[in-house]
């Protein structure tokens, strides 16, 4: 039996608009704006005012679920609270300087998603090589790791503590890890734990380890085998695993280049993207048809039929947007789902490069700063030539101390905390700006997957309703897993594919490779 009493269902997503007539019940307001530009056999025929599908969220999700409808021919348009494109992987132009909420690399296993993205970008779709290092008890350690390196900077007795604790470890592994400190500790040992994970894992969660699901280690660092890794240290083996990836891709801009390219492509296919409009209401039959949304722009509350929703907004807003409302455990299972922050504090730096690398994890429990980001070593196009811009990581809940410092002390936190441990000298630093970006992360606590189930459970009453990308699935998705979700929950919707949104990016690499894939999006996607 269900748990959760879900709308009753009607027929499946687009195939069966064109039969309805309730979206002529709606009294509503279509602004000539945002009228379609392509005209659809669905919404022609049902001869409504309907705008087509409505996209919410210009992220990498949104934008990808849009580029797919467009190669469909199916109208539609994207709504976007926000004033850019790219959602958390925009790119900020400050003062002749870009940078990113965080440093995002193009990285993916998942071919179309590759191709897509040369597609769109050609030659400013750079290749980079990747230095990172960690900043932990006063010392810079290669990452990925090397044995020499460890050794080195931990010393002889430590790194045999570190192996002992390990071999105990594997001796004594539970078999099923629930939370990340359980998960870590069995694989890794103790030891290294302390030592490379618990202090950056608590600095980004604010929670301890042992308050976080398994899943997340699992996805951050799956395939990862301490046995290649040594192997790889003492240069016996290359690697290709997660965590130690040498190279990764990158626009010459940023990421927001490429969600730019997207918007530019949509636009030319006749989707428009909608920019400071906020979808505040999902309006559906209580029979699980989605019958139109309300938009809130400069002001002004404008409702519009639309044929169907792909979302990409957080979750619980989705839940918590529709009217009728849910009922009170499906209401409870949203407001269950909590998000960390993040404040990205970047300074401007009269030094071409303070350090070589692209980012640094300050893991040190020393510095509030989680993570810093040298924008001149992703892009030197990013930043005036001679100078570079840094983005110092803070990890924070909306309301606390972090979040709510004045901008200016932000940027003196940030000069005084990286001139600490040596790495810019205060003097080169010549502008700041710190960027506050809320629901950065979906969190991974202990209560979280069956709230997550329950929304899933509820949403599923709806034929015309779905939901795709990071916090729209409430899953740590990078950009390609949150394109591929989006793309898959668009076929879904328009082929009436059943596709399992829900399990993307899961250990078990779901339709991520593979035959199906390439036949599916090799002829949907590109050219
Ligand atoms: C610090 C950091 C570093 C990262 N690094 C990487 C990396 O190196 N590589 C990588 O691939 N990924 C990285 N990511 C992940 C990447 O940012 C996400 O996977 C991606 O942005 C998710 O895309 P999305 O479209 O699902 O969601 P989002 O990017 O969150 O976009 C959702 C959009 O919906 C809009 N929205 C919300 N509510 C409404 C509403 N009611 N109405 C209309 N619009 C609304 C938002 O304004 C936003 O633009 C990183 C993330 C963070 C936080």
New binding site residues.
């Given amino acids: 039996m269900s748990e959760v009493q879900q709308p009753k269902k009607g027929g499946r997503g687009l195939r069966r608009a064109a039969g309805r007539d309730e979206v002529v019940k709606v009294r509503s307001v279509v602004a000539d704006e945002l009228r379609p530009r392509v005209s659809s056999p669905d919404s022609a025929s049902a001869g409504s005012d309907s705008i087509g599908t409505a996209i919410?969220?210009?992220?990498?999700?949104?934008?990808?679920a849009a580029h797919v409808l467009a190669r469909r021919h199916h109208p539609g348009a994207v709504?976007?609270?926000?004033g850019?494109?790219?959602?958390?992987?925009?790119t900020i132009e400050f003062n002749g300087y870009r940078f990113?909420?965080?440093?995002?690399?193009?990285?993916?296993k998942i071919e179309p998603i590759q191709r897509l993205w040369e597609e769109m970008l050609g030659d400013d779709f750079l290749t980079r090589p990747r230095l990172s290092r960690i900043f932990y008890k006063g010392k810079y350690f290669s990452y990925p790791i090397t044995a020499k390196d460890v050794v080195g900077r931990l010393g002889l007795f430590e790194s045999t503590l570190c192996a002992l604790s390990y071999l105990w470890a594997s001796r004594h592994r539970k078999a099923e890890a629930e939370t990340f400190e359980e998960w870590v500790t069995s694989r890794f040992g103790r030891r290294l734990y302390d030592a490379f994970f618990r202090s950056y894992t608590e600095k980004l969660w604010g929670i301890p380890g042992s308050e976080i699901r398994a899943l997340w280690a699992a996805q951050r660092i799956k395939n990862f085998s301490l046995f290649k890794a040594l192997l790889a240290m003492l240069g016996l083996r290359r690697t290709h695993v997660t965590t130690l990836i040498e190279h990764?891709h990158y626009p010459r801009l940023g990421?927001g280049q490429m969600w730019e390219a997207f918007r530019r492509r949509l636009e030319e296919r006749g989707i428009p993207v909608r920019l400071h409009?906020?979808?505040?209401t999902i309006k559906h039959d209580g029979a699980g048809r989605v019958e139109s949304i309300v938009?809130?722009a400069n002001g002004d509350a404008t409702e519009v039929p639309v044929d169907a929703v792909l979302s990409?907004?957080?979750l619980s807003?989705?839940v918590l947007?529709l009217d009728p409302l849910p009922p009170q455990k499906v209401l409870a299972a949203a407001a269950r789902l909590r998000y960390r922050e993040?404040c990205?504090v970047a300074l401007v730096i009269d030094d071409e490069t303070p350090f070589p690398d692209n980012w640094i994890y300050l893991h040190d429990p020393g510095t509030r700063a989680g993570?810093v980001q040298n924008f001149g070593a992703w892009s030197e196009d990013m930043v005036v030539a001679g100078t570079t811009c840094l983005g110092v990581?803070y990890f924070c809940f909306e309301g606390d101390d972090i979040w709510e410092l004045p901008d200016d002390q932000a940027v003196r936190l940030a000069t005084d905390e990286l001139a600490k441990i040596g790495l810019v000298d205060p003097a080169t630093v010549v502008d700041g700006v710190k960027v506050r970006?809320p629901?950065?992360?979906p969190m991974y606590d202990l209560g979280y997957s069956s709230a997550v189930a329950m929304l899933r459970e509820y949403l599923a009453g709806f034929d015309n309703l779905v939901t795709?990308?990071?916090?729209?699935?409430h899953r740590?998705?990078?950009?390609?897993?949150?394109?591929w979700?989006?793309i898959l929950a668009t076929l879904n919707l328009v082929d009436g594919s059943q596709f399992d949104v829900w399990s993307v990016n899961t250990e078990a690499e779901y339709l991520e490779e593979g035959e199906i894939v390439d036949g599916l999006l090799d002829v949907a996607l590109v050219g």
Avoid: W
């Fill in positions: 919410l969220g210009a992220g990498p999700a949104g934008l990808t709504f976007e609270a926000d850019t494109v790219g959602g958390i992987a925009k990113d909420l965080g440093g995002h690399r193009f990285f993916t990764f990421p409009h906020r979808c505040t938009l809130q990409s907004i957080p807003d989705l947007s993040l990205l993570r990581e970006v629901r950065a992360y795709c990308g990071r916090n729209g699935l740590y998705n990078n950009q390609d897993h949150s394109m979700t989006a």
